[in-house]
């Protein structure tokens, strides 16, 4: 049996098909504009898909804009007693390398990474402030694959000793939720910095 087919999850007019974190739509602040999703003032909580998914593959586009910080995270399990989608759910970091601080508090920060866990192999893949990347996801059987650009940056396996490990050193290591539903929403991160998104497809696998 074959891989499903490519769903668009973003039809470059509307919100249909995603919710702010724990409301039943979009908040006002996530705009359309240009055939992009836009984030264009802090307060208007992580952007989820309304399905959630398990094994998937994941093609977008994001800009980001200067000094700012974003994200996209994977697996995220929506529920009151988490107040943001990164309480549960991994992410791929969206950021400004050249501007925002968390570029120079180490690799695993810089954009491509899985936040804080795992650095990203290439360290000219991602394009500058202001610039479209595109950002590919492939997560199967516990495993997880980043990539910027066409260029695969990161992979990892999402438990074992390893991932045990890199947890505990992390400033996730207090953190019991995270990264422990194998199934969940995709979000875009409200971080409070202006960000596009756009040409957002995925097939599960």
Known sequence: MGRSKWITLFDGKSLAGWHSYLKSEASPKWKVEDHCIVLTEKGAGDLLTDKEYEDFELELEWKIS?????????????????????VTGLEMQVLDNERHPNAKQGADRRAGSLFDLYAPSDSLACRPAGQWNKARIVVKQRKAEHYLNNRKIVEYALDGPEWDRRISDSKFKNW?????????????????????????????L
């Not at 994977?74 to 990164?86: Q, S």
């Open 176 to 204: 019991t939720s995270l990264g422990k539903f194998p199934r969940g929403h995709l979000a875009l991160q409200d971080h409070g910095d202006r960000v596009w998104y756009r040409r957002i497809r995925i097939r599960e």
């Open 66 to 86: 200067e000094g700012g910080n974003s994200g996209i995270i994977y697996h995220v399990h929506e529920a009151p007693e988490f107040k943001t989608a990164d």
